[in-house]
């Protein structure tokens, strides 16, 4: 039979306490390693969603609004008679007169196009640029008695 001595069992004691701990401490450095990782995606699905709420409110501000000075911002028609505008159906000079395509300094319209459903194509706008941050935008809306499929592409600076 044989013995084994105390020094023998502490030894032992201690490699199985070792590799315990490194076993932990991999598995804590693992867990955040993943959390970063989900916090790293969060962030960019968080920057895209507001590109894309700032495109489409930027559209909806161009189609139902009026805005002579500055008609990226308001391009809808003026009924003279109620004296207000009306939402949905642009203003063929004032949505022509669209040529700066920078809303502040942190966004800019790259693209403005209008697909009549007849088939003709009317591009407003068109800066061949390539951006990053960009989010596209469609709304039906009315010109000249015809409806249309109104394309804006608004880009982060």
Not at 107 to 114: A, D, E, K, M, V
Request: aromatic share 8%.
């Amino acid at each position: 039979m044989t013995t084994i001595s105390i020094n023998q069992r502490g030894i032992a004691f201690s490699l199985e306490a070792s590799i315990s701990i490194l076993g932990s401490v991999l598995l804590l450095y693992l867990f955040l390693l993943h959390a970063h990782h989900l916090e790293q995606v969060q962030a960019q699905h968080q920057t895209k969603w507001q590109n894309q709420q700032t495109a489409i409110f930027l559209t909806d501000s161009l189609i139902k609004n009026r805005n002579e000075t500055a008609p990226y911002l308001g391009s809808a028609l003026q009924d003279p008679n109620k004296h207000r505008v009306r939402a949905n159906e642009l203003d063929e000079t004032l949505l022509f007169a669209v040529r700066e395509s920078q809303v502040n300094s942190r966004f800019f319209f790259t693209r403005i196009q209008l697909t009549f459903f007849n088939g003709e194509t009317q591009t407003i706008l068109d800066q061949n640029r390539v951006e990053k941050n960009c989010a596209a935008v469609e709304r039906v809306v009315r010109m000249r008695t015809q409806k249309a499929l109104l394309h804006t592409v608004i880009c982060h600076a």
